[in-house]
Structures are given as structure tokens and as C-alpha cells.
């Protein structure tokens, strides 16, 4: 979502909306995201597009659907893997964020210190209702409820220690990439084997009867989705590695290129 269906302010444009809008109720547009959000913050980001596919979140560890208000094809990480994750952090003198399913809502449980990009990350959301921050959480690798997501928000050069030691465990799946508003800031997404938005909107067109993908990206993490698509389009903010597996590259996100580019290839 970021960086190719938001805008420069991080919003669904009024201009998409309408455009996707009117493909849906007259063409019968499949449409949906698939990002690494949380539910919390794509509800009211979708808010205005009356899409009824389920929403991939999570990076592919859940789909949220919208008519139901409730998660469904969840994945979650085994415990002894997150408390092994945390150990990983914990040797570079830091812990991460663990996002966990609670009923239908999020709990965000950390202890410690937080970076100054994770505390700003943070103060940004911790007012959404389907999500509930608990910062000084005692054990909270251990916690019952199942773990979507383990993340952490750093300088891109210190979480690459990390990455790369969590390269070698079979059991998870760990993104590294860098900020779109500053490339020096690293985002680090732990998740369960076999989890990837590239899996899951497989597994959403077979539910849904599509036969056809077309997918669009900007940033590291959109690459597996896009070479699982049947269709591959980058937006012109797109970093070079998402660009060059790309079949097709269209304006950048802030002039509505995606609905304006299903509108004329429908």
C-alpha cells in the first residue's frame, strides 16, 4: 500500500477511491490489498473503497476479512521460535516488537527501550481501536496468544546483523528492508515459514475463482509477490530491484497511477 496505492500523505486519494469505486460496482473489479499492515490500520485506510475481497495483512501471515470483521487463514510463529528470535535481539542489545492475534483485535507487546524510530512508529498508532500497544509486557515471547509478526525499526545497519543471523533458521522468514521516507531506517519483519504475500494471494485467488494476477509493488518486500503474479507492475518510485522484474513501470503513486491504470486496462 505504501508507496504505490497511498499517496505522499500515507492515504487512499479521493481520486482512487472513486475510480475504484465505480470499477467495482459496474465492472465487478476484483480488488484488495496485500500489505505488511496490520488490520488496525488498512480498515480505515480502505474505508472508502467498497472492496469486499479480503485484505491480506501482515505480510501474508492473515487475511482480514472486511464484511465479517474477523481474521481468517492466520499463521502464526510458533513460541520457542519467537522466544529464539528475541534471543537473536536480545545479542545486539535490543527486543522487538511482537504483534499477536487477540480475538479480532491486535496486541503490540515489547519491553524495554524502544529505538527512537520504533517510539515514533509507535506514538503514530497507538490510538487505532483493533490495536492495543502493552509496552512493558513481562515475558512476552511466551505469551498464549498467537504471534503474526515480530518487528523492529532501527538504523538498516544495525537490524542487517540481525537479518542475517536469522537467515539460518529454517522455522521463520525474515524481510529486511529499508524506510521509504529515509533509506537509512531499516524495517525488520519476522514471520512464519511459509508465510509471504506471494502464498497468500495464491490462496486468495483460488478461494475467490480468479484466474488472472495482476499485482503492483514498489518496494523489496513486493518482489516475491509480483514474480508470483501472472502480471508484474512497478510504480516509477519503485526501488531498481522491484523495477527490473517489473513487465510493466507506471507514474508514481502520487498521481493515482494504480486505479487509474486498472481503469484503462480493465
Known amino acids: 500500500m505504501d508507496g ?5 500523505d500515507s492515504r487512499v ?13 459496474e465492472q465487478g473489479l476484483l480488488f484488495t490489498v496485500a500489505t505488511a499492515r496490520t488490520h488496525a490500520t488498512v480498515v480505515p485506510l480502505m474505508s472508502e473503497v467498497r472492496s469486499t475481497l479480503p485484505y491480506i495483512v501482515f505480510a501474508g501471515a492473515a487475511m482480514w476479512d472486511p464484511l465479517k470483521n474477523e481474521f481468517i487463514d492466520v499463521m502464526a510463529i510458533d513460541n520457542d521460535v519467537a522466544a529464539g528470535v528475541v534471543r537473536a535481539f536480545e545479542q ?8 499477536r492475534q487477540h480475538g479480532n483485535t491486535i496486541h503490540v507487546l515489547h519491553t524495554g527501550t524502544l529505538s527512537a524510530q520504533e517510539q515514533a512508529f509507535v506514538n503514530e498508532r ?3 481501536p ?12 511466551t505469551c498464549d496468544d498467537p504471534a503474526l509478526l515480530i518487528f523492529a525499526m532501527n538504523h538498516y545497519a544495525t537490524l542487517e546483523r540481525i537479518y542475517n543471523q536469522l537467515l539460518g533458521n529454517e522455522r521463520c522468514v525474515p524481510t529486511l528492508y529499508h524506510d521509504i521516507f529515509d533509506p ?14 506471494a502464498a497468500s494471494i495464491k490462496r486468495l485467488a483460488k478461494r475467490i475463482g480468479a484466474h488472472r494476477i495482476v499485482a503492483f509493488g514498489d518496494n523489496r518486500n513486493d518482489i516475491a509477490m509480483l514474480q508470483a503474479a501472472d502480471v508484474a507492475i512497478a510504480v516509477e518510485n519503485a526501488v531498481p530491484e522491484v523495477k527490473a522484474i517489473a513487465h510493466h513501470i507506471i507514474p508514481p503513486n502520487t498521481t493515482h497511477s494504480v486505479a487509474r491504470h486498472i481503469a484503462t486496462h480493465l
Request: proline residues 4%; positive net charge.
Open 4 to 8: 504505490t496505492l497511498l499517496g505522499s
Open 130 to 141: 483493533l490495536k492495543t500497544f502493552i509496552l512493558n509486557a513481562p515475558n512476552y515471547h
Open 92 to 99: 545486539h542489545g535490543m527486543r522487538p516488537l511482537i504483534y
Open 184 to 197: 537509512t531506517v531499516g524495517l525488520l519483519e519476522i514471520h512464519a515459514r511459509g508465510c509471504s504475500k
Open 13 to 25: 486519494s479521493a481520486t482512487t477511491a472513486s475510480i475504484l469505486n465505480r470499477l467495482i460496482d
Open 126 to 128: 497507538k490510538a487505532l
